[in-house]
């Protein structure tokens, strides 16, 4: 079967690394024309890093991060709403990894490389256009570069993964125009701390108009020096007005600071790490609604192309890995392809729909939402007015629409069809 992954980020390494271990051979088409390690901070959750270890990579992802064993949520004058163990700490039997983005995406470079070799993945091919014939589809690219069109090819399937701008979404759905922008920009960056100076914690705190939010992403194993990963939402602008079309610029820090001021706890003092922080960067808070269909043909969606979410509760990056996993499972178990895209549509589009309008309702981050409607006084008792259980409520509901909740993530099936081969970690 000839498999086309269209995007090379860390949905359709992925996706390539899952299927080669299921024995077909895809090749993926990469708009960028040299590959580098982009972003800063992603959380991969137990359920991804499963899907992970599964492939044989959990060595290789542990040793590029840092498994996390809490999560703190705190209001902005330093009261704590909530404290949960994390990963391994939590009871679960794969660990929550807080990780660089394109250190990620590098480390699954090397594996389809050395797994399909070379030519697995086409840089500097960006889709441009898909036709959908009787038997097969033509994917028609182009150099984003110089606008030459370049090769065409043919596939038996083709996977999306192309982003939340992308190309195979917008040929199926060219009215819908740019993400949806809730109004808040996400300033973010990386601090470097001295060894120590926090833990294996995320830390999450204030509200929806003014948070912050920081973990570790690295730590250096000789000098214990620490890659603290942040993010500073703030609401800058009205739900739905247009975003600025650079979405990845680089910004001047000065104005944040003096909004920070007093933002400080245990281990951080908010202000101090962003002014010692690299690069800032700033870009917005998008998604898209949920479609009615990712499958046409014989071309489907995954990852950021299928449901871009808000950031909130760590799950884009881990439910694009699951949609990987799950695809390609799918095409390995079923009768014929389009069988198998069915399958794979109807185990994760409701799936991933409800988690992206769970976000917009502010996930997990609701208990922030909470406390500082009801006890923005410093003088209240949080205890008396957002009682204990119904914090624990919101955590373990969210768990379950995202599928980490721990007792139900040893129970679900594995990814792995049987006899298909898996690295040793
Ligand atoms: C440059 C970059 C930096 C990011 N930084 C962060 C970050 O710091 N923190 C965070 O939480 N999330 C970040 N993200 C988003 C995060 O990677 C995703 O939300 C998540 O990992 C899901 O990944 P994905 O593979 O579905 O999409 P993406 O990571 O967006 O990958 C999509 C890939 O498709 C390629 N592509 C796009 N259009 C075409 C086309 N027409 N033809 C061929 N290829 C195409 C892109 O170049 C990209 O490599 C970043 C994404 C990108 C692209």
Not at 173 to 186: A, H, M, N, R, T
Request: glycine content about 10%.
């Amino acid at each position: 079967m000839r498999i086309a992954i269209v995007g090379g980020g860390i949905v359709g390494l992925t996706t390539a690394v899952s299927l080669a271990r299921v024995g077909f051979r895809p090749t993926v088409y990469e708009a960028v024309k040299k590959p580098s390690p982009l972003g800063v901070g992603i959380n991969v959750l137990p359920h991804a890093v499963r899907e992970i270890a599964e492939l044989g990579l959990l060595a290789r992802l542990t040793a590029i991060g840092v498994s996390i064993e809490d999560l703190v949520y705190r209001m902005a004058d330093g009261r704590e709403v909530w404290h949960e163990p994390r990963g391994l700490s939590a009871g679960y039997d794969w660990p929550q990894v807080a990780v660089h983005r394109g250190r990620l995406q590098m480390m699954l470079l090397e594996e389809v490389q050395s797994a399909l070799g070379p030519d697995a993945v086409r840089f500097g091919h960006a889709l441009a256009a898909l036709r959908l014939g009787e038997t097969s589809t033509r994917l028609d690219f182009v150099d984003r570069e110089t606008g030459a069109p370049l090769q065409g090819v043919d596939a038996d399937v083709v996977i999306g993964a192309d982003g939340i701008h992308s190309a195979v979404r917008k040929q199926f759905y060219p009215q819908e125009g740019i993400p949806k922008w809730s109004g808040v920009s996400l300033f973010r960056g990386t601090t470097l701390l001295p060894k120590g100076q926090v833990g294996a914690l995320m830390h999450w705190t204030g509200h929806s108009r003014q948070k912050f939010a920081g973990y570790p992403i690295s730590i250096d194993p000789q000098s214990g020096e620490i890659v603290f990963n942040w993010i500073c939402d703030l609401k800058t602008a009205e739900a739905g007005s247009t975003p600025r079309e650079d979405w990845n610029r680089r910004v001047d820090r000065a104005p944040l600071l003096p909004r920070y001021a007093g933002w400080q706890w245990p281990g951080i003092d908010v202000q101090q790490v962003v002014a010692a922080a690299g690069d800032v960067f700033e870009f917005p808070m998008v998604d898209r609604d949920p479609l009615p269909r990712w499958t046409h043909g014989r071309v489907t969606l995954a990852g950021d192309a299928a449901h871009p979410m808000y950031p909130i509760g760590s799950n884009g990056a881990t439910q694009g890995i699951l949609d990987a996993r799950a695809v390609a499972f799918h095409l390995a178990t079923a009768p014929d392809a389009d069988e198998a895209l069915a399958r794979y549509e109807a185990e994760r589009r409701e799936a991933t729909s409800r988690i992206v309008l769970t976000n917009r309702a502010h996930g997990p981050d609701k208990v922030l939402e909470i406390a500082a409607a009801r006890a923005a006084d410093p003088g209240t008792d949080l205890a008396s007015v957002f009682p204990r259980a119904e914090r624990a409520q919101i955590s373990q509901d969210y768990k379950v629409i995202a599928g980490f909740d721990p007792v139900l993530l040893k129970q679900r099936r594995s990814y792995t069809p049987q006899g298909s081969s898996t690295i040793p970690a």
